[in-house]
């Protein structure tokens, strides 16, 4: 089992930036979490996926996103970072944080709230 906690969350004026992160723990993390990521969900919508990372730091990202958001990860840390720049209104959302197993079981985070307003 994995169990992932999110920090980072928080109110921001438009253009600003704010910093996740994401840490795993339990057993077998190195097969529990050959990708890591973000999805988010604002009030009325449904989950959309937000940035997928791997092991090896490979990195793929919403159209969105791309450009204004960038996922890394330090694994000797097991943890996952979303940096998010140029932050617009429409980017406000609950953030999860996810891990895909080898086997192709996905965990949660509990989500953090991320709120772009001015």
């Known amino acids: 089992q994995v169990q992932l906690v999110e920090s980072g969350g928080g109110s921001v004026q438009p253009g600003g930036s704010l910093r996740l992160s994401c840490a795993a723990s339990?057993?077998?993390?190195?097969?529990?979490?050959?990708?890591m990521g973000w999805y988010r969900q604002a009030p009325g919508n449904q989950r959309e996926w937000v940035s997928t990372i791997t092991r090896e730091g490979l990195a793929n990202y919403a159209n969105s996103v791309k450009g204004r958001f960038t996922t890394s990860r330090d694994n000797a840390k097991n943890t996952v970072y979303l940096q998010m720049n140029s932050l617009e209104p429409e980017d406000t959302a609950i953030y999860y944080c996810y891990a895909r197993s080898v086997h192709e079981n996905q965990y949660w985070g509990q989500g953090t709230q991320v709120t772009v307003s001015s």
């Open positions: 339990g057993s077998s993390l190195i097969f529990s979490t050959v990708y």
